[in-house]
């Protein structure tokens, strides 16, 4: 007699529900000294330096995906199957990361000094290169624990630079007796060094020395993967570059409080994300199916994680003013209709995903740069001829674009390979 076909999804859920629980101690530890931290840059700052500080942050974001052209995934792809295969890999990163890294932070030193002229370009140069820095390494020893399916200590480490930065930031303002933008970048600096220093030699220590080459026949690949990451942080951040060409630095410090807030609902869609995604290439071994399935499956806890953020977020919105000062009243309700943009953010990554591991890395990177294009037209439109609402609604419509694409492309690329 013929047993039960199983489902090669089967016995996942309690594994991905007890590493979901511990993997949630450390990054709500780092989401509550992240929110701190936030919130005492905010109200010492003041919204218009906190508005240039928002631009400058928000192009040194898309600089780190730029910097080592995605060698962190080829790492997760590779050490995923082949663990041995790490020193090279993380030797890959650091050359690719060093040569990267600073056309990367020339090019948004450049950017960031149209944008904000009366930031002092030194202040500019010093916030972005720390930002840079600090950022590609903390992603990067993320991907190291990730790649070793190491999900907790990818979050300790998130928590150990959110921790680093509450500290640098708690000295800037009470330890001087003047706090501004230019007094931050000092402290800034600092702070990618420690930062950067503690990651790094704990990477070393637990998984071993990198082995410096270049994978020249992935340089390719790893260009797939950084457009996608490129275009997923433009996504996030367009709408402050775009909103700067036309408001002032006080309304863009209101909006870029509301968005820095719901950026907090997108850790927890993270986590998720980090426990599926190295398991989507062992799922491809079974082909498509298992893929679309496995996209499926997932897809279930990432929609109900983005929902129970955007709740969260809605709610605490009506306390900013309470938190930040007066100054950000108009910050709660631009909080509420971004915050209910997150599913549809979320919904996204099982479905890239799936076309990543079945080969469709270019599919992928096309539909994201056409997304990027098309954000970047709605937002320059509704820039130039609306307000902080406008760019709103244009969020909203660019993200639900790109999820249809997503969707209906892996349906469809994976029913064709069947």
């Known amino acids: 007699m013929n047993e039960p076909r199983k489902s090669p999804l089967s016995g996942l859920r309690f594994d991905v529900i007890r590493t979901f629980v511990f993997s949630l101690i450390p ?15 905010a109200k010492y700052l003041g919204p218009a330096a906190f508005g240039e500080l928002t631009v400058i942050i928000s192009i040194a974001a898309i600089a780190i995906e730029l910097t080592g052209l995605g060698a962190g995934d080829l790492m997760i792809r590779a050490v995923a199957r082949r663990p041995e295969a790490f020193s090279g890999y993380f030797g890959n990163a650091a050359v690719l990361g060093a040569a990267t ?27 972005i290169s720390s930002e840079v820095i600090v950022g590609r390494i903390s992603a990067f020893g993320e991907q190291v624990a990730i790649s070793h399916s190491s999900v907790v200590r990818a979050s300790v480490y998130r928590s150990v630079a959110a921790l680093a930065r509450l500290f640098f930031v708690a000295v800037a303002i009470f330890g001087m007796r003047h706090f501004s933008l230019d007094t931050w970048s000092w402290f800034a600096c600092a702070n990618a060094a420690a930062v950067s220093s503690v990651i790094l030699f704990d990477v070393v220590r637990l998984y071993g020395r990198p082995t410096l080459w270049l994978a020249w026949k992935e340089l390719l690949d790893g260009s797939y993967f950084a457009l996608n990451q490129i275009a997923r942080a433009s996504q ?20 870029g409080a509301a968005a820095r807030l719901v950026q907090v609902g997108i850790v927890p869609m993270q986590i998720i994300t980090r426990m599926y995604y190295p398991k989507f290439f062992v799922f491809s071994e079974k082909g498509p199916a298992a893929v679309r399935a496995y996209a499926l499956r997932s897809a279930i806890p990432m929609l109900a994680v983005s929902i129970l953020s955007a709740g969260a977020i809605s709610s605490g919105a009506i306390f900013i003013p309470w938190l930040l000062g007066q100054g950000y009243a108009d910050s709660i309700n631009a909080t509420i209709a971004l915050a209910w943009t997150l599913p549809l953010v979320g919904i996204q990554y099982p479905a890239a995903d799936a076309l990543t591991v079945l080969s469709f890395q270019g599919l992928r990177t096309a539909i994201y740069l056409t997304s990027v294009l098309c954000s970047s037209a709605l937002l320059a439109i509704a820039a130039y001829f609306g307000g902080v609402g406008t760019i709103i609604a244009a969020v909203y419509l660019a993200n639900a674009v790109f999820v249809v694409l997503l969707w209906a492309m892996m349906f469809s690329r994976t029913r064709a390979r069947e």
């Not at 890294?101 to 010093?126: C, F, H, K």
């Open 27 to 41: 990054v709500f530890f780092a989401l509550g000294v992240q929110l701190i931290g936030f919130v005492l840059m």
């Open 101 to 127: 890294g600073l056309v990367a932070i020339a090019l948004s030193i450049g950017v960031a000094s149209i944008l904000v002229p009366s930031v002092a370009l030194g202040t500019i140069v010093i916030v």
């Open 236 to 255: 996030s951040n367009l709408d402050r570059l775009f909103l700067a060409q036309t408001a002032s630095p006080a309304v863009i410090g209101n909006y």
